[in-house]
């Protein structure tokens, strides 16, 4: 792939706020449920999670606000744990020095150790082939498609559903980014 022409580091307080984003986590929990209609009579129970913070317009209000230059900060409980972070992105006229008008616009995130990335409240995907929203691999970065082209003005709703891996491996380590940046391509 070729580089971008531009890149911008969400994870700085500068590189946020050039996409008015304010990011918000909040640990998810697995929970136990009724099984589907369908299940096998022995199955009455079976596991979710909450919350669902992927949906579009999901009120993360009262979550904690989390600095740009604090995503690399570790979380969760270790083992087999889940959190949620959550921000707006508002594609500006010129994202530090770089004219977005036109360009193609992609979401690029690293969570340590899995994620699943949803955009304005759809988790891209598609079975028997590789799906930028769903797990990549261990360590592997995200690189979803936000518009080709985008417009200045443009609104994205991003929502990441940080996982700790191994999951049958409960490893002794956290969730945090490795890197989430803005990328454009002319």
């Not at 700085?12 to 909040?26: I, K, N, P």
């Not at 889940?82 to 992609?106: C, E, H, Q």
């Not at 890197?179 to 002319?186: M, N, Q, T, V, Y």
Request: aromatic content about 12%.
């Amino acid at each position: 792939m070729l580089p971008p022409a531009h890149a911008v580091d969400l994870m700085t307080v500068e590189g946020s706020a050039v996409f008015d984003a304010q990011w918000r986590a909040m640990e998810a929990k697995i929970v136990e449920c009724p099984a589907l209609t369908d299940a096998m009579p022995e199955f009455k129970t079976t596991y979710d999670i909450e919350p669902y913070a992927g949906v579009r317009g999901f009120d993360d209000s009262s979550w904690p606000v989390i600095a740009a230059d604090d995503l690399g900060t570790r979380r969760g409980g270790g083992m087999v744990s889940f959190f949620w972070y959550r921000t707006k992105l508002t594609i500006p006229p010129n994202a530090a020095g770089f004219d977005t008008s036109g360009a193609m616009t992609v979401l690029r995130v690293n969570v340590d150790d899995y994620a699943e990335v949803w955009v304005n409240g759809e988790l891209p995907r598609a079975a028997g082939r590789p799906s930028p929203g769903t797990i990549q691999g261990f360590n592997m970065a995200h690189r979803l498609v936000l518009a080709n082209p985008v417009t200045p003005g443009d609104e994205f709703e991003i929502a990441v559903f940080a996982i700790n891996g191994p999951i049958s491996a409960a490893p002794a380590n956290f969730l945090w980014f490795r890197e989430a940046k803005i990328e454009f391509f002319r």
